[in-house]
């Protein structure tokens, strides 16, 4: 069977909303307290897709959680007394970045030659430690061919643990053993570090990868204290190819060199302070991006539409398209309720290199289903929320029924 790389993108749920809960997130402390627009962001985040599907000739998606969580809200014993961030909470559509779903390591990578999951805790943010559950529940339906697929517990709590996000993963094609590169935070900064070095050397034992392909890299303390709460911000990576700021490291040319030592075809593609700054880089998400590998085995990437309005980022990104690299077309995407807490293109999608037949069908998108979830996005998410409105029963019960009717149309009423 031959394996190929599926980005499972999360569909935006209908209670999105602006709270400012995610302390070290720029975007999301800046945009607290906006508006936001369900409808709007779910569309962005479908058109995102669409364009994908069309360049890959495949595409996957999960649905959104269950919001309002009652179970956290009667665990945060709310009475109207409490901070209106924790009232927030239980509403998060936080699981939209399924990059922070999990960590996958692919069956060429694995000892027992299948493909392993581990469902994020994403403990460091109370909004996000709510998602794991009903995570590995929507991974177990998705993926249950259990020749092919192995669904982990999460890390224990006390190493907090960001999934994909801060892994990535090197290789000659998808298909072909690879290299894992785990990057991960030291704490003591002004920012939350996110990723703890003891979960990755973990997910890394669970899932039986080879030491000798498995590399682990601090993340630069700056860039997390410029913004860069996990290191999708700051790098990725793609077949052969690392596209990384020049400060997204604590040892730049350290990591390089584990990375070249694992694996030594790598081709670095960095971009200087001087061109982009690590400021720049986190405003506009350069780096948050899908690079991917094309049918005709050139790379695209797909980066936010904030990324062709910048004069330094755009001006960097036209010299080196003028140039000979690796990277061929650079395609921006309209993302921008999602940008406005902090996700980008590379945010929205988890990716899962497997042969798609051993996929539940349910979770692949095609051109029907785009329209189907279109339909439905339009007819029950709600087009505007003010984050006073959350904890309204009104609010709820029309996040819950818009939820249930996407289950509907997608035969996924199990997951209700
Ligand atoms: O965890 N934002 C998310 C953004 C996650 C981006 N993912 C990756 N980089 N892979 C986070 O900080 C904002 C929530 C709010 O403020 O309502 C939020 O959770």
Redesign the pocket.
Known sequence: MSLTEINFDGIVGPSH??????L??IA??A??GDPSYPRAAALQGVAKMRGNLARLGVQGFFVPLPRPNRALATALALDGSEPAQLR?APW?A?SM?T??AATVSPAPDTADGKCHLTPAN?VT?L??AQEWPDTKRQLEVAFANRDHFTIHDPVPASFGD?G??NHMRLCEEHGAPGVAVFVYGKAGGAFPARQHEQASRLVARAHGLDPARTVFIEQNPAAIAAGA??N??VAVANGRVLFTHAEAFADQAAAYEAMRAAFPALEVVEVPASAVSLAEAIRTYLF?AQLLTLPDGTMALIVPEECRESAAVWGWVETMLAGNGPIRQVIPVDVRQSMA????P??LRLRVVCAPQTVDPRFLLDEAKADLLERTIAAHWPEQIDPADLGSQVLADSVIAARLALLAALDLAELG
């Not at 909303?17 to 995610?22: C, D, E, K, P, V």
């Not at 807490?341 to 980008?344: A, F, L, S």
């Open positions: 909303n602006y709270a400012g809960l995610s070290g997130n999301s402390a945009h607290a927030a998060s936080s970045w990059a922070n994403l943010m909004h996000r960001e994909a996000a709460f996990h999708d911000v948050n807490n902090g996700g980008g590379a945010c």
